[in-house]
């Protein structure tokens, strides 16, 4: 995945529905603000440990532990012909 790549960025799905915060770029690897959560309860921020960085089209940034990504055609085949519900995510910047 290279910077400003696009890419999907989905928060949870089921047989007929795919919950996702949106479409957007990838920003390279950062550290997230302390009270992001990854794998474990571990704050990334506070142990600064660095996250993929994605942009949405909306300006909100979600971060890899946060959510299930993927180059936006990927996840675009990922979810087929399920319906989509775009859900609320991630911080203004």
């Known amino acids: 995945m290279n910077i400003g790549d696009r890419v999907g ?11 996702m915060y949106g479409y957007g770029t ?3 690897d950062e550290i997230p603000p302390k009270g ?10 506070e142990a600064g440990m660095s996250n993929p960085k ?3 089209d909306n300006g909100n940034i979600v971060w890899g532990c ?3 990504w993927g180059s936006e055609s ?3 085949e990922m979810i087929g012909n399920r319906n989509v519900e775009v859900v609320s995510g991630g911080a203004r910047t």
């Open 9 to 19: 960025a989905i928060s949870h799905a089921n047989e007929t529905t795919v919950y």
């Open 26 to 28: 990838y920003q390279g």
């Open 36 to 45: 992001t959560k990854g794998a474990f309860g571990i704050d990334l921020g």
């Open 54 to 56: 994605i942009k949405l």
């Open 66 to 68: 946060q959510c299930w």
């Open 74 to 76: 990927k996840v675009k």
